[in-house]
């Protein structure tokens, strides 16, 4: 089984990220740990260091000023264009008209499915991305949660 970053990252969020529990292990329990599941080192270490990218950008984004102007239109480099396939670039725009992602939120996910370093990312997986930067995005909450709402519908879905 080839794991990923981003399996990684999903581990990582429904056992400690989204999680009540005051009591985060460290970055040498969270590696143990890890390596005892099954992941490969290479795959933690990097899966580690997107999660502490992910504060920086929404640390910076924060002290962005938001576009005032809905007119706006979003063209994608050939390289965003060979990541994200045209559903997944639907549901960004979806997410976009329905109050989910403001344009500044849109660019961070953006750019959060490029630092993962894969050749292809599916819906769901973007789904999860976009749930993760929500996540660490201050006055997000609403969105956050309606699209932990849509994730888990959706997962849901496929088991049943």
């Known amino acids: 089984m080839k794991e990923n970053v981003i399996d990684v ?9 989204d999680n009540d529990d005051a009591s985060q292990p460290d970055k040498a329990e969270l590696e143990t740990e890890l390596e005892k599941v099954g992941f490969p080192e290479l795959e933690i270490g ?13 640390e ?10 809905d007119l706006t239109m979003r063209f994608y480099t ?7 396939n045209t559903a997944c ?6 997410l976009e008209q329905v109050g989910v992602l403001d344009q500044m ?12 370093g894969t050749d292809e990312i599916d ?14 995005q201050p ?16 997962m849901e879905a496929v088991i049943h």
């Open 9 to 17: 990252l999903l581990y990582l969020f429904e056992h400690y990220i």
């Open 46 to 58: 990097k899966a580690l260091v997107w999660l502490e990218n992910m504060t920086i950008v929404a």
């Open 60 to 69: 910076a984004s924060e002290d962005t000023p938001a576009l005032e102007t």
């Open 78 to 84: 050939e390289q965003e264009l060979e990541l994200l």
């Open 89 to 94: 670039r639907g549901y960004l725009l979806f």
């Open 105 to 116: 939120t849109r660019e961070v996910v953006i750019e959060r499915v490029l630092a993962l």
């Open 123 to 136: 819906l769901e997986q973007l789904k999860w991305v976009v749930l993760m930067v929500l996540f660490y």
């Open 139 to 154: 006055g997000r909450e609403v969105a956050y949660a309606w699209m932990e709402d849509l994730v888990f519908e959706d």
